[in-house]
C-alpha cells in the first residue's frame, strides 16, 4: 500500500507571514528590534554636527561656523546656502543654526584679540598650524612679511608655502593674516580680496602709504640711534622714534653691521625662540 502524506493546505498551516532567520516573522523581528531602541547619548549631535551663526564685525556678512572644540571657520560676503556649502566641503560635517554665537565671538571681532576664544583648527597639518600660531602673535596695528611668517613657523625658505597656508586659514579675523603683508609695500593676497585687506589694517591705523614709500626706497626696517634697537616700521617701538633719530635699512645684516640689534618685540630676521 502505498503511504503519500498530502503537504498541509492553508487551513492546517498558521497564518504567520513571510519568516526570517530560524523561522522568525517578520512581526517577531520588528518587535525584537524595537527593544533594542535607545536614546542617543547625550550631546552626541553637537559632537558630529557644527552649529552656524550670522555675526556683526569688520566685514559685511559674516557667518561662522563652531563645534564643541571652538570656532572652526569664518567667512565673508555669503549668504547662509553659499557659507554651509562651502564648510561641508571643507569638512564634510553637518551645519545646523545656532541660537546665539559661542562667548567671547562677537568681542573678538571687534577688538582684533582672541582674549581666550577657543579654535577649533582640527585637520591643519603641522606646518599650517605652525604658520597660523605665527600669525596669531601679530599685535593689532602691526604688520609683518610673509617672510617673517616663514621664519617663525620654522621654515623659513617656505616663504611661498606659508602664504598658502594662510590662504587656507579658517578663520581669517581671528587669526589675523591680513597683518601679513608683502615686503615690497603692498598688501599682497588676502581671503577677502586686497581692498578689505587693506581697509582692515587703515582700521587699526596702520600706515600703509608709509610702508609703501619705504619700501620703495629700498627700506624694510627702521632702527634708533638712541637704542640701538631696529624694528619692522609698523612696530609699536618704531612708532615711537622721533625723526631725527631714526635711520633706515634694508635688512638685519646691514643694521648689524652698522651696530643695532633686532628689537625683541617684532624680533626682524629672528626665528622665534622655543
Request: proline share 9%.
Amino acid at each position: 500500500m502505498n503511504h503519500h502524506t498530502e503537504p498541509s493546505t492553508g487551513a492546517d498551516a498558521p497564518a504567520t507571514g513571510p519568516t526570517g532567520p530560524a523561522g522568525l516573522t517578520a512581526a517577531d523581528l520588528a518587535s525584537g528590534l524595537a527593544g533594542l531602541a535607545a536614546d542617543a547619548p547625550a550631546g552626541l549631535l553637537d559632537r558630529i554636527a557644527a552649529r552656524r551663526v550670522s555675526v556683526p564685525g569688520p566685514l559685511e556678512d559674516l557667518q561662522v561656523a563652531f563645534t564643541d572644540h571652538g570656532v572652526a571657520f569664518l567667512r565673508a560676503g555669503m549668504d547662509e546656502p553659499a557659507f554651509t556649502a562651502a564648510f561641508r566641503a571643507r569638512f564634510a560635517r553637518p551645519l545646523l543654526p545656532a541660537d546665539r554665537p559661542p562667548a567671547g565671538l562677537v568681542p573678538a571681532l571687534r577688538t582684533g584679540r582672541l582674549a581666550g576664544l577657543p579654535l577649533d583648527l582640527r585637520g591643519l597639518t603641522d606646518f599650517e598650524a605652525a604658520v597660523l600660531r605665527a600669525t596669531a602673535t601679530i599685535p593689532r596695528g602691526q604688520t609683518r612679511p610673509y617672510a617673517w611668517v616663514a621664519r617663525q613657523a620654522g621654515s623659513p625658505r617656505a616663504v611661498r608655502a606659508a602664504g598658502s597656508a594662510l590662504g587656507r586659514n579658517p578663520v581669517p579675523l581671528l587669526i589675523p593674516c591680513h597683518r601679513v603683508t608683502r615686503s615690497d609695500g603692498a598688501v599682497g593676497d588676502y581671503v577677502f580680496g586686497a581692498e578689505a585687506k587693506a581697509r582692515l589694517l587703515r582700521a587699526e591705523n596702520v600706515d600703509l602709504d608709509e610702508a609703501a614709500a619705504l619700501a620703495a626706497r629700498g627700506i624694510r626696517l627702521i632702527g634708533s640711534d638712541t637704542t640701538g634697537v631696529v624694528c619692522y616700521p609698523t612696530c609699536a617701538d618704531a612708532r615711537r622714534i622721533t625723526p631725527a633719530h631714526r635711520h633706515g635699512f634694508r635688512g638685519l645684516p646691514a643694521a648689524l653691521a652698522a651696530g643695532y640689534r633686532p628689537c625683541l618685540h617684532c624680533r626682524p630676521g629672528e626665528p622665534r625662540s622655543a
